[in-house]
C-alpha cells in the first residue's frame, strides 16, 4: 500500500514542524551554555581566599578550651598555648584574654577590674613574658 499525496504531505509538514522544534531547543540549550560559560567561575579558578570563605569547619568541644571573660566565652584551639594560659593566675589570664581576644585597651581593662591603666599594662606584659617561656619549654621538651 502506498500512502496517499495527502499523507506525504501531512509526514512532511510534520517532519519541518519537528525539526524546528528541535533546532529550537538545541539552539535555546547552547544559548543556556553560552551564558552559563560567561557568568559561572569554574571552582579551580576561584581565588583561594574565596574558597577558605565557603569553607564549613566543624568544631567540637574537644578540639578547644573555653575560657569565661567578662561573661563571654574565649575559645583557645591550640594546645600548647592553652597550657599556658592556664598556668597563668586567675587575674592575669583575664588580662591577657580581655587585650587579645576581646579587643579591649589597658584602660578599659583597668576601669573594669578596678585597678591602673599602668597595672594592667604589666601585668599583661609579664603574662606574656612567662606565656613565652612555658611554650619555649614545650618546645624543649618535644
Same mark, same amino acid.
Request: proline share 1%; aromatic share 10%.
Given at each position: 500500500?502506498?500512502?496517499?499525496?495527502?499523507?506525504?504531505?501531512?509526514?512532511?509538514?510534520?517532519?519541518?514542524?519537528?525539526?524546528?522544534?528541535?533546532?529550537?531547543?538545541?539552539?535555546?540549550?547552547?544559548?543556556?551554555?553560552?551564558?552559563?560559560?560567561?557568568?559561572?567561575?569554574?571552582?579551580?579558578?576561584?581565588?583561594?581566599?574565596?574558597?577558605?570563605?565557603?569553607?564549613?569547619?566543624?568544631?567540637?568541644?574537644?578540639?578547644?578550651?573555653?575560657?569565661?571573660?567578662?561573661?563571654?566565652?574565649?575559645?583557645?584551639?591550640?594546645?600548647?598555648?592553652?597550657?599556658?594560659?592556664?598556668?597563668?593566675?586567675? %587575674?592575669?589570664?583575664?588580662?591577657?584574654?580581655?587585650?587579645?581576644?576581646?579587643?579591649?585597651?589597658?584602660?578599659? *581593662?583597668?576601669?573594669?577590674?578596678?585597678?591602673?591603666?599602668?597595672?594592667?599594662?604589666?601585668?599583661?606584659?609579664?603574662?606574656?613574658?612567662? *606565656?613565652? %617561656?612555658?611554650?619555649?619549654?614545650?618546645?624543649?621538651?618535644?
Amino acid at each position: 500500500m502506498k500512502p496517499s499525496d495527502f499523507q506525504k504531505t501531512i509526514q512532511c509538514q510534520f517532519d519541518c514542524k519537528l525539526k524546528r522544534v528541535v533546532k529550537g531547543i538545541v539552539r535555546n540549550y547552547r544559548k543556556e551554555l553560552k551564558r552559563r560559560r560567561n557568568k559561572e567561575i569554574s571552582y579551580c579558578e576561584l581565588p583561594e581566599i574565596v574558597v577558605e570563605k565557603l569553607a564549613v569547619w566543624d568544631e567540637y568541644e574537644s578540639d578547644y578550651t573555653a575560657f569565661d571573660v567578662c561573661g563571654i566565652e574565649v575559645r583557645v584551639l591550640d594546645d600548647d598555648l592553652e597550657e599556658a594560659i592556664k598556668y597563668l593566675s586567675e %587575674k592575669d589570664r583575664e588580662i591577657l584574654l580581655m587585650y587579645f581576644f576581646l579587643g579591649m585597651s589597658d584602660t578599659e *581593662i583597668g576601669d573594669r577590674l578596678k585597678i591602673n591603666r599602668s597595672t594592667s599594662f604589666r601585668s599583661r606584659k609579664n603574662s606574656l613574658e612567662e *606565656i613565652k %617561656k612555658k611554650l619555649k619549654e614545650n618546645m624543649n621538651d618535644e
